[in-house]
């Protein structure tokens, strides 16, 4: 285990002892005693009053404290309380003329370690309770500071932190400055982690926790939550903008290389700063508010401290509202899917469909895809609502098949799949049960994905990819041309359809170079053996001129529109007359 950073055990054997006792005959018995044992070289320093043992704890401290319960100006289980409030860490004997079970007790609840009966003491009893005492106080302390304190840093964990929080929450109502409460991230952690190991990755913690302890004051709680986040409570700040100042020393100091791994490691870190005057605030909201600030620092770009304003409580009222929306929608089949004709331009014949997600809102409002796909991705509800769509999709296969026209080629749709579901090893299983569930025929299901999904994890994605293509279906790149590497997509990964994207669609004979990026991916087609998708074809023109161009297919309005549940032959049945 970790050092306890920070933490004051009493020792192991007691040098100190300070003797609490108003009675000069029980004074004398003590420090004969404690002559005649090991404890004689122990130093004793007796005073009669609570209140002068208070002032020497506070003065000097002990390394134990021998009371008796019955002060001039305290009696009973007050003395106990008051020790302890003034010097936490020191174990306490209780020494008492009475043999009462009930004191005793209470005497040990109320955090004594021991309670010794004076006439029935003698020097060997003493000096091994005052040692048992130190040993069991010194366990006591280091329980309770791991219970309270990060494993790894030695700083304060989420406990310790909110409870501090509070506490500085209440003084706001005796005093006239305000708290602070930071919370950072830092930005390439994951990277170190990934690149240079775990082991790599708890150095730079260790390392950014001292860091951060030098950068603040000695007065400021810090706090480590887990993984790479940690936060600052400021207490007692005479003007706001000096927590400002605050994150931007830590900032500062988090700026210079890391020497980890026999390399040179960067970071920095986002800060999110939230600042308050107001004792009845709630120290989980102060924390709520801190960390959406952070979270907005990182969209910013990162290395960025952000205060905290109302508009960003605002935008996390209205997400939090539109993810239980959403969670609901799921529940209580507020989604639809709405299919596109995907048509064969040689002769206009429909040769599958696109699974296109939809929310009909309570509202009465038909929601598309772009208004909630990023929240469905950010809560990862992208992935019950990618397994709804497939199921609908698959299902809908099973309706069109016996409709189909004779010596028609058996219709394919198509579902769109997120970087987020690619990289979940349970996607395969589950395409797996869907499509045996549906009855569906695997060569009849291709799943599109857009470019950026290859850039996750290419490894993980390669081998995810080859699994699915040996379930039957086929994949598709979506919106192609528009994303990274797309050359080397195509021969890394088993691709057999690609997309043209409609942008590209909607220059085609009027920009040059839109032109030539649509002739390159037909052309790029046929010479891979991969069947290419024209999106977004509107005008007979652009049908037209694709067809002569070689393209095998096409997907727009001009052929229909998103529908829901369509008869995807009669749907397209009237534009085949175009393509005599």
Known sequence: MPPLRGLRLPPRVPGRVLLVEDNDVDVAMVRAMLGETDGRNCHVTS??????????????????????????DAEGLETVEVVLATAPEVPIVVLSGLQDDRVTMAALKEGAQDYLVKGQLNGELLWRAIRYAVER?????????QALHDPLTGLANR?????????????????????????????????VNDSLGHEAGDQLLVATARRIERAVRPTDVIARFGGDEFVVLCDDLDDDRNALAVAERIQGALSVDFPIAETQVRVSASVGIVTSRDAASKAEGLLRDADVAMY???ELGKGRCEPFDRAMRDALEDRLAAEQDLRRAIGEDELLVYYQPIVNLSDGSPVGAEALLRWRHPSGEVMAPGQFIGLAEETGLIGPIGDFVAQTACEQLARWNPIAPPGQQAPTVHVNLSARQLIDPGLVSRIARILATAGANPSQLCLELTETAFLVDEASCLERLKALKTLGVSLCVDDFGTGYSSLSHLTKFPIDVV???KSFTEGLGL??????????????GRALGIVVVAEGVETQAQADRLRALGCHQAQGYLFGRP??????????SAHEGNFA
């Open 159 to 191: 406990a310790l932190f909110m409870d501090r929080l509070r506490v500085a929450i209440a003084r706001l109502a005796r005093q006239t400055g305000s708290l602070a409460v930071l919370v950072m991230d830092l930005d390439r952690f994951k990277w």
């Open 47 to 72: 005073v009669g009053r609570l209140a002068d043992a208070r002032a020497h704890l506070i003065a000097a401290g002990a390394d134990c404290v021998l009371l008796d319960l019955s002060l001039p």
């Open 563 to 572: 529908g829901p549940q369509a008869n995807l032959f009669q749907q397209v």
């Open 511 to 524: 920009r040059e170079r839109d032109t030539a990026i649509v002739e390159s991916v037909i052309a790029l």
């Open 296 to 298: 907005r620092a990182k």
């Open 499 to 501: 997309k043209i994207d």
């Open 137 to 145: 106080k010194r366990a006591e302390v280091a329980l309770r500071h």
